[in-house]
T-cell receptor
Framework: AQSVTQLDSQVPVFEEAPVELRCNYS??????LFWYVQYPNQGLQLLLK??????LVKGINGFEAEFNKSQTSFHLRKPSVHISDTAEYFC?????????????FGKGTKLTVNP | AAGVIQSPRHLIKEKRETATLKCYPI?????VYWYQQGPGQDPQFLIS???????DKGSIPDRFSAQQFSDYHSELNMSSLELGDSALYFC??????????FGPGTRLLVL
């Protein structure tokens, strides 16, 4: 069975500092990995996805993630955060091509960017 | 670009009542997924439909049922509501082999 572990439930950072949100997965089959962002009282927005190919994936809002098969990780990074990045971030895995099968989510990481 | 539409956006019900949530997928998307996100929790998969047939089933209570109609919209029917059913219910849609896109969710409060 697939599972996702987000190692930090809360990450506070100062504005313009770099941030890394950690995600580890387990799966017995090919994996497709995703990061979603949820702003307060809003839905889930796709930040980026890894399906195949280059292990460094660039997404929206300046975020990027690196797929590391040997470490079964898919950590999310941003070199310089803004106040507007304050949100909850969910890592997810699917065993369907492109994410067309059900998504299994991690518990989420709440990112708080302070001035 | 058109997005996934969910209605209603907010719903308040009493215990033991019924509720129906609706989802309108992105045009030309034939797969619909339902997820439940409890307060402070991660989204949990409930059920999915592909071409109007149930394609996968997760942790959906027997009190809940869902279907996908000929126009590809989907409805989640919830009966004998319990306090624990209070949650944000997301619908997502995709086309074959493609990424899921989520709607804004329906926030259900059971009193």
């Amino acid at each position: 069975a697939q599972s996702v572990t987000q190692l930090d439930s809360q990450v506070p950072v100062f504005e313009e500092a770099p941030v890394e949100l950690r995600c580890n997965y387990s799966s017995s089959v090919s994996v497709y990995l995703f990061w979603y962002v949820q702003y307060p009282n809003q839905g889930l927005q796709l930040l980026l996805k890894y399906l195949s190919g280059s292990t460094l994936v660039k997404g929206i809002n300046g975020f990027e993630a690196e797929f590391n098969k040997s470490q079964t990780s898919f950590h999310l990074r941003k070199p310089s955060v803004h106040i507007s990045d304050t949100a909850e971030y969910f890592c997810a895995v699917s065993d369907g091509q492109g994410g067309s099968e059900k998504l299994v989510f991690g518990k989420g990481t709440k990112l708080t960017v302070n001035p | 670009a058109a997005g996934v539409i969910q209605s209603p956006r907010h719903l308040i019900k009493e215990k033991r009542e019924t509720a129906t949530l609706k989802c309108y997928p992105i045009p030309r998307h034939d797969t619909v997924y339902w997820y439940q996100q409890g307060p402070g929790q991660d989204p949990q998969f409930l059920i999915s439909f592909y071409e109007k047939m149930q394609s996968d089933k997760g942790s959906i209570p027997d009190r809940f049922s869902a279907q996908q109609f000929s126009d590809y919209h989907s409805e989640l029917n919830m009966s004998s509501l319990e306090l624990g059913d209070s949650a944000l219910y997301f619908c997502a849609s995709s086309s074959p082999g493609e990424t899921q896109y989520f709607g804004p969710g329906t926030r259900l409060l059971v009193l």
